[in-house]
């Protein structure tokens, strides 16, 4: 079975730091083109934060997070990673990795991938 295991999350202050993981069980990672970072606050739709190629080392970043959050792989781990430093209270959602064949360009919608992790809750708060 496919899946996207996701770690981490929890409860951190205004200005701290936090890594997401999130792993490839029943499949290398490889098999998609990219892996994404969705979240998804209360109240609002999901919306793309971070985009990493398989090998062409094609990298997005929305806007709102640049300067701040870094997404890496980890081929032999299996794993993609997102760190984010600096959080804001606007940080607060549920964070979710998503692997697909689409190009890292944040023009796709979270509607048309089929491969999400469960998803982890960040809180941003003092």
């Known amino acids: 079975q496919l899946q996207l295991v996701q770690s981490g999350g929890g409860l951190v202050q205004p200005g701290g730091s936090l890594t997401l993981p999130c792993a490839a069980s029943?499949?290398?990672?490889?098999?998609?083109?990219?892996v994404n970072w969705f979240r998804q606050a209360p109240g609002r739709e999901r919306e793309e934060v971070a985009c990493?190629?398989?090998?062409?080392?094609?990298?997005y970043y929305a806007d709102f997070v640049k300067g701040r959050f870094i997404i890496s792989r980890d081929a032999e781990k299996n794993m993609v990673y997102l760190q984010m430093s600096s959080l804001t209270p606007a940080g607060t959602a549920l964070y979710y990795c998503?692997?697909?064949?689409?190009?890292?360009?944040?023009?796709?919608?979270?509607?048309?991938?089929?491969?999400w992790g469960q998803g982890v809750q960040v809180t941003v708060s003092s």
């Open positions: 029943g499949f290398p990672l490889d098999k998609y083109y990219a």
């Open positions: 998503a692997a697909s064949d689409y190009y890292c360009s944040g023009y796709v919608p979270a509607s048309e991938f089929n491969l």
């Open positions: 990493i190629a398989r090998a062409d080392g094609v990298i």
